[in-house]
C-alpha cells in the first residue's frame, strides 16, 4: 500500500495522508516527480521517451515520461525522482544533477477497470542529461517496455498531432525544451 502525503494547490504538504488508490478514487491533490532525460546527438537535443508495458492498467503500450513517479509520504521532489530514476531505467544520479524546468498541476479524470479516476497532482518537472545508449538502460520491466530517443522537436510535434501513441501533456515537454535553453 503506497501512502501520499496530501498537499495544497502550491504542492505544500497538509499533514495528511492518504492512500495511493484513495487519492485517485476522490481526486485528493498529491504530488509526483517527473524526470526528462536528454542527450545531444548530431547536433540535436534528443528526449528519451519510456514506452509503458502492455500490463498497464494505464494508458498500456503508450509512450510517456522518461521516469516519473508518485511522491511518497515524507519524501521530498528530488529524493523521489532520484529513487524512480534507479527503480524504472537502473539511472544513477544525484539531486544536484536534476535541472527544474518549473511544477504543474493535472487535473485529470477517466474511468478504468470501470472504477472512476480522479487525478489531482502537483507535478515538479526536472530534466536530466544522461547519454546512454537504448540497450543499457536496465528496465523496470513491471513498468516500462522500452524506451527510445527521438529528436525533441520531433517529440513535440508528434505529440501535439497525436502521430505516435502517448500519454505526455505537450506543454511539459516545452517546459523542458525551454529550461535547457533549445531553440
Not at 529528436?151 to 497525436?162: G, P, T
Request: include cysteine; aromatic fraction near 8%; glycine fraction near 6%.
Amino acid at each position: 500500500m503506497e501512502i501520499l502525503d496530501v498537499v495544497d494547490k502550491s504542492g505544500k504538504p497538509t499533514g495528511q495522508t492518504v492512500e495511493r488508490e484513495k487519492a485517485h478514487e476522490k481526486g485528493i491533490m498529491h504530488r509526483t516527480s517527473h524526470v526528462w532525460l536528454l542527450r545531444k546527438k548530431h547536433g540535436k537535443v534528443q528526449i528519451l521517451l519510456q514506452k509503458r508495458c502492455e500490463t498497464k492498467e494505464s494508458f498500456p503500450g503508450c509512450y510517456d515520461i522518461s521516469s516519473a513517479g508518485h511522491i511518497p509520504a515524507g519524501m521530498d521532489f528530488g529524493e523521489s525522482a532520484i529513487r524512480e530514476l534507479q527503480e524504472e531505467l537502473g539511472i544513477s544520479a544525484s539531486v544536484d544533477e536534476l535541472v527544474f524546468c518549473g511544477d504543474r498541476i493535472v487535473i485529470w479524470d477517466d474511468c478504468f477497470s470501470g472504477k472512476p479516476f480522479h487525478d489531482r497532482q502537483y507535478s515538479r518537472v526536472f530534466f536530466l542529461w544522461r547519454d546512454i545508449d537504448e540497450e543499457e538502460f536496465l528496465l523496470q520491466k513491471e513498468e516500462v517496455d522500452s524506451v527510445h530517443w527521438m529528436d525533441l522537436d520531433e517529440c513535440i510535434a508528434a505529440v501535439e498531432k497525436n502521430q505516435i501513441r502517448n500519454c505526455i501533456y505537450p506543454e511539459e515537454l516545452k517546459m523542458v525544451k525551454a529550461a535547457c535553453g533549445c531553440k
